[in-house]
């Protein structure tokens, strides 16, 4: 591949993109399968790069622009540089891309037809996650920051439409994605201009600027601000439950689950590594806003009735991980904060897919709607069982090898942050517990007991296999990454896009272990099965000494106690419910407040006007005499 084959690698999901918007979108089929093609033929790209450069056996690749006397100063400028980190970056996009749109085709079939209603929601999806996977490549492919911030910032025009293709409601939350990753675009690009400022050079690969200064900290934060909105980091969170709650399912799975989330952790990895080196002050921000994240983030879900709401809350708690890795500053820390969004963009994918299946059947999102689906179909909920456990992180799947990585980055640090890093690690742990008590509730209020009534039967269309599939495969992926995680992720992942070789400093087996776990899975299977053969007595339930009727208690409402028993904690959910800590609305409330006031003012009086402007001339008179 030469540097302009880069610009084809980009090329590719984009033009499959352009081809949709052109398509009608009664033949919306077509450039879905073209672009998963697309992809498919990226991961294969990016693969063999990937491996070559990690082995040494392939040059690194630079693409620069040309010498028209047009370019001015720009001409011969590289703007695009492989590296193992932004090649394998793009490898996880293209691979998670590709299984997504495979159940995207068959969420949009209906009984082997295309669904109409569905038809320009399919249309727009794939048209725009084209060029999304598109620009996607071309931030990690930047070696320039301004072509970085260019393919950066327009990315929000194809992840807006995604999102805003769904029912009425979708639009807002759209809307609210977008004004917040605008904001927060807008800092990256005035962080840009204070490394321009402080170093004089805008090349990635030429920087390693000290946060020793207030300058240089500000310019960090600014980066790192764009990174945290989009991989929903607080305070900037807010949009990804909003989505979750309103969006098309594929639309969430692609955007806030994957895409985004690989792109905000990119971002955010290589301004601690590449274009800042972080000092103490800024790590100690970036673990405890990683740890309240975490946290944050799986208390608002404990209490959730609404399927991909909670789903959403736990994507951000998830970052919280991810950035305490990176908070460490150490190559552990770091090679762990990737290894866990790797996990997390399989897995939390497969768990909206999921949702997005059942929603399919039943048209519902709402946990006190549904339940009893485990039969329909098993293989799916098999799938999720999988993934729940996962993000629970529980042994020895994917996310228990990542977590635990974190956590011994956590400890690696207790020299240098001797009482802040007991906090941080108690704080992992405790949203790791808090995380399974949650999949707990959501697992027994969508798929165990008795099947709501009033749904539909068993799903038979054409597209059913087309989802099915991809969530199987994914399933296996976190069992795999689990087992077989150090020769997959450590050796063949990890290290070469560090760049360096990983010790870790506690001992973990996974095989073993994994062993030892199907061990006792079998025995509980047999003494099940002879116990199910021992007849028990069955009577009738009494309450208060009276025969009782039908008791029970709904899976939805378990955790509701936090918010009636704990005052503390009730008014904490009322306040998050009423969006006062919600960054979103509180910059509406104020520009509000400030339109109407001067709405007041402009009251069509010219007495009023005319004190007004007397008021302005003084005030500016003022103004030039202290200057003088």
């Not at 209490?303 to 990176?326: E, T």
């Not at 949203?431 to 209020?445: E, G, P, R």
Request: charged share 10%.
């Amino acid at each position: 591949m030469t540097g302009a084959g880069l610009l084809i690698l980009i090329g590719l999901p984009a033009l499959a993109g352009l081809i949709g918007y052109l398509v009608p979108k009664k033949y919306w089929q077509g450039p879905a399968w073209l672009l998963l093609l697309s992809a498919g033929g990226c991961a294969f790209i990016s693969a063999f790069y990937f491996i070559g450069l990690a082995r040494g056996q392939l040059p690194q690749i630079s693409y620069a622009l040309g010498k028209a006397r047009a370019l001015g100063s720009w001409q011969g400028t590289v703007i695009l540089q492989t590296r193992t980190l932004g090649m394998g970056m793009a490898l996880l996009a293209s691979l998670t891309s590709f299984f997504i749109f495979i159940w995207a085709l068959g969420f949009y079939k209906e009984r082997g037809q295309e669904c109409p209603r569905h038809e320009d929601e399919a249309k727009k999806f794939f048209a725009n996650a084209g060029w999304a996977l598109s620009l996607s490549f071309g931030v990690f492919f930047s070696d320039h920051l301004v072509a970085l911030a260019i393919c950066w910032g327009l990315l929000c025009v194809p992840l807006f439409l995604m999102l805003a293709s769904g029912p009425a409601p979708a639009m807002d939350a759209a809307k609210k994605a977008l004004l917040i990753i605008f904001a927060t675009d807008t800092l990256l690009i005035l962080g840009i201009a204070m490394v321009f400022s402080i170093s004089g050079d805008l090349h990635i690969s030429a920087l390693r600027l000290d946060t020793r200064g207030a300058a240089a900290i500000c310019a960090y934060f600014l980066i790192a601000f764009a990174g945290f909105a989009k991989a929903g980091i607080i305070p900037f969170h807010s949009w990804i439950p909003d989505a979750g709650e309103y969006c098309p399912i594929p639309a969430v799975a692609l955007v806030p689950a994957a895409l985004d989330k690989l792109l905000g952790i990119y971002l955010l990895v290589i301004a601690s590594t590449e274009i800042f080196k972080i000092t103490a002050p800024v790590q100690a921000v970036l673990l405890v806003t990683g740890a309240l994240t975490a946290l944050f983030g799986v208390m608002a879900a404990l209490v959730q009735r609404h399927f991909q709401k909670l789903l959403a809350f736990h994507a951000v708690s998830q970052a919280g991980y991810m950035l305490i890795g990176i908070g460490t500053a150490t190559p552990l820390g770091i090679a762990a904060a990737i290894f866990h969004m790797l996990n997390n963009i399989i897995y939390k994918p497969l768990l909206f897919l999921a949702s997005g299946e059942i929603e399919k059947r039943t048209g519902s999102r709402r946990l006190d709607q549904i339940r009893g689906q485990h039969k329909i179909p098993p293989a799916s909920f098999a799938s999720f069982v999988i993934a729940a456990l996962a993000i629970s992180g529980i042994p020895p799947l994917n996310g228990f090898f990542s977590k635990w990585m974190i956590f011994q980055s956590i400890i690696a640090c207790a020299s240098q942050f001797p009482r802040l890093w007991v906090f941080i690690l108690l704080a992992a742990m405790s949203a790791s517990a808090l995380t399974l008590a949650s999949f707990l509730k959501l697992i027994a209020s969508a798929y165990l007991g008795s099947e709501a009534e009033g749904l539909p039967g068993p799903d038979q269309s054409a597209g059913k296999r087309l989802m099915q599939v991809p969530m199987a495969a994914m399933a296996l992926a976190c069992v795999a990454l689990g087992i077989f995680g150090y020769p997959l992720a450590l050796r063949g992942l990890l290290e070469p896009m560090l760049g360096t070789r990983l010790e870790m400093i506690g001992l973990w087996q996974p095989l073993p272990a994994a062993l030892l776990l199907l061990l006792g899975l079998a025995l509980g299977g047999a003494f099940y099965l002879i116990a199910s053969g021992v007849k028990v007595r069955e009577d009738d339930s009494y309450l208060l000494g009276e025969e009782s009727q039908g008791l029970g208690y709904s899976a939805a409402d378990f955790y509701r106690t936090l918010e009636t028993d704990m005052a503390w904690l009730g008014r904490a959910y009322r306040v998050l419910e009423q969006g006062r800590l919600d960054l979103y609305d509180l910059g509406r409330r104020v520009t509000f407040y400030f339109s109407d006031l001067a709405r007041k003012l402009h009251n069509g009086s010219l007495a009023g006007y005319i004190a007004w402007s007397i008021l302005g001339m003084v005030f500016l008179l003022w103004v030039f005499i202290q200057w003088g």
